[in-house]
């Protein structure tokens, strides 16, 4: 037998067991080969074309009598057994789609699927290698639509430095789609996470993690979990359409939280934008603010809202409501503006246009139509800024430069309060 040059030859060693050469195809049924001296080269051959050769290659010996009644009473699998073999599948223009490598494969011609063992080998998209695989078997069916590795797997991504790791491993070449599942984890030097399945699309360089996700970023630190997660490869950003928490840590300690019921990281700015019932929670002090969409900023230590906006500080027992607000994390500083009302332990409210809270400081400074409201006893002041401790109760009413006097209004105790 001639071969191509610069191409490696393969030697074939085959064990039939059960086969009926009656069962070979009628294509071959002319064919002679000497089967002790049978050379072929593989490594080039397309899955379905190896099969067959090894069918006509590996014929079996005609069974004796008690043999085919056996046959008859109890048909049997016909496994075909090659050694040192290349399987390799090709798309519908000839460029290669997968190619697996396996020291023994078995062949059940009945089910028409090729078993390697610990295969190793690479997956390809439009004729380019996007993963290179290994595992302890592969299950690989002949019509070629589908590869299917378990036990252990690892896939790797070459040019984005991915790895993936489970117990089994899909791979759909006509839909552009790679599946590893079953307690996945999945590698990368900037993000790293455990879940159910992953799902790759490999020309939009997209990933897809779901059930139980555990995602963990190196910079930002932070960890993100979730029921599922979509990561952008090429942008860097992870989406999650379910319900989310994030923490963020500090030399391994969690500095601040966020939750929501949906959410999207750029990892690139280090900004997360959570959406549908918005909640961060800082450490230290204790304070948490709700919106129904909000902007962390980890790079600038702020968070945003165009949305309404409440603020609940538990140490003071202060709760500050608003149409919009930013909050400097590292300064604990709270900035608020529009119908800004913050309400105190004691039903006592300061009501202004804009307000500064110092959390450290326990300082309020509100600017503009400012209306501070005690319950005991009960008196109102009216001015254009206010200063103080809402908790405390201490706080100045000024007039500021307008002009206008402050008014203070003091309300007997059998008048009720005023609303």
């Given at each position: 037998?001639?071969?191509?040059?610069?191409?490696?030859?393969?030697?074939?060693?085959c064990a039939e067991k059960g086969q009926n050469p009656q069962d070979l195809p009628r294509l071959f049924s002319s064919l002679s080969f000497n089967f002790l001296q049978l050379k072929a080269n593989l490594f080039y051959l397309p899955l379905?074309?190896?099969?067959?050769?090894?069918?006509?290659?590996?014929g079996g010996r005609t069974p004796t009598a008690s043999q085919s009644n056996d046959a008859d009473s109890s048909p049997q699998e016909s496994n075909l057994t090659f050694f040192d073999v290349t399987l390799e599948?090709?798309?519908?223009?000839?460029?290669?789609?997968?190619?697996?490598?396996?020291k023994k494969a078995i062949y059940t011609k009945e089910k028409q699927i090729g078993q390697a063992e610990s295969p190793v080998g690479e997956l390809y998209q439009d004729g380019k290698p996007v993963y290179q695989i290994q595992a302890e078997t592969a299950d690989i069916e002949q019509d070629g639509q589908k590869l299917f590795l378990k036990g252990k797997i690892l896939a790797t991504d070459p040019v984005n430095g991915i790895v993936l790791q489970g117990n089994e491993l899909e791979w759909l070449p006509q839909e552009d789609l790679l599946i590893v599942r079953n307690q996945l984890n999945g590698t990368h030097k900037q993000l790293q996470a455990v879940a159910q399945e992953a799902r790759v699309k490999t020309r939009e360089q997209r990933i897809e993690f779901s059930g139980g996700v555990i995602a963990n970023s190196v910079d930002p630190q932070m960890q993100m979990r979730t029921e599922h997660l979509t990561w952008r490869?090429?942008?860097?950003?992870?989406?999650?359409?379910?319900?989310?928490?994030?923490?963020r840590y500090n030399n391994n300690k969690i500095t601040d939280r966020g939750q929501g019921d949906a959410a999207e990281v750029n990892l690139k700015t280090k900004v997360a934008t959570i959406k549908k019932n918005a909640r961060i929670e800082l450490i230290d002090p204790a304070t948490q603010i709700a919106s129904d969409s909000m902007t962390w900023d980890m790079n600038a230590e702020t968070v945003k809202t165009n949305s309404p906006i409440t603020v609940v500080q538990r140490a003071e027992n202060v709760t500050v409501t608003a149409n919009q607000g930013e909050m400097k994390i590292q300064q604990k500083i709270v900035n608020l503006v529009g119908n800004v009302t913050a309400i105190g332990q004691r039903r006592q409210s300061l009501k202004s246009n804009q307000l500064s809270w110092y959390l450290d400081k326990k300082l309020l400074e509100a600017q503009g139509n400012v209306i501070y409201r005690?319950?005991?006893?009960p008196i109102n002041f009216t001015g254009e800024t206010?200063?103080?401790?809402?908790?405390t109760e201490d706080i100045t009413v000024k007039s500021g430069q307008s002009g206008r006097r402050v008014v203070t209004e003091i309300i007997p105790q059998d008048a009720g309060i005023r609303n």
């Open positions: 037998m001639n071969y191509p040059k610069g191409r490696q030859k393969k030697s074939v060693n379905t074309f190896l099969l067959v050769l090894g069918l006509v290659a590996c599948q090709a798309d519908e223009v000839g460029r290669p789609v997968w190619k697996v490598r396996s490869i090429q942008e860097q950003i992870l989406i999650s359409d379910r319900s989310i928490q994030i923490d005690q319950v005991d006893p206010a200063v103080g401790n809402l908790q």
